[in-house]
């Protein structure tokens, strides 16, 4: 069974940092893109970040360029999402995503998510 499992989420203070998770089972993620998506409450969903498998290039959205920074270990068929600087609107489940290519992730392998809360 192809499954993508993200844990690391939880509730942080302004400021603080989480790293999150997103592992394979079923599937290599070597020959796939990686994409962290969010949703807020009331909100659309948004891409977050992304890594290609080709080259292993990374595109940030602009509201978190610069605090997080997705890496993959694909030795443990994961993928990360180091987030530094969390801010409150930060907080919404996040998601990971893969698939064949950086174009196709929103037709591709989802997971469950995992809530990630900024608060103090």
């Known amino acids: 069974q192809l499954q993508l499992v993200e844990s690391g989420g939880g509730l942080v203070q302004p400021g603080g940092s989480l790293r999150l998770s997103c592992a394979a089972s079923?599937?290599?993620?070597?020959?796939?893109?990686i994409g962290w998506f969010r949703q807020a409450p009331g909100k659309e969903r948004e891409g977050v970040s992304c890594i290609s498998s080709s080259d292993g290039s990374t595109y940030y959205a602009d509201s978190v360029k610069g605090r997080f920074t997705i890496s993959r270990d694909n030795a443990k068929n994961t993928v990360f999402l180091q987030m530094n600087s969390l801010k409150p609107e930060d907080t919404a489940v996040y998601y990971c995503?893969?698939?064949?290519?950086?174009?196709?992730?929103?037709?591709?392998?989802w997971g469950q998510g995992t809530q990630v809360t900024v608060s103090s």
């Open positions: 995503a893969a698939g064949r290519t950086i174009l196709s992730l929103k037709n591709g392998y």
């Open positions: 079923g599937f290599s993620l070597d020959n796939y893109a």
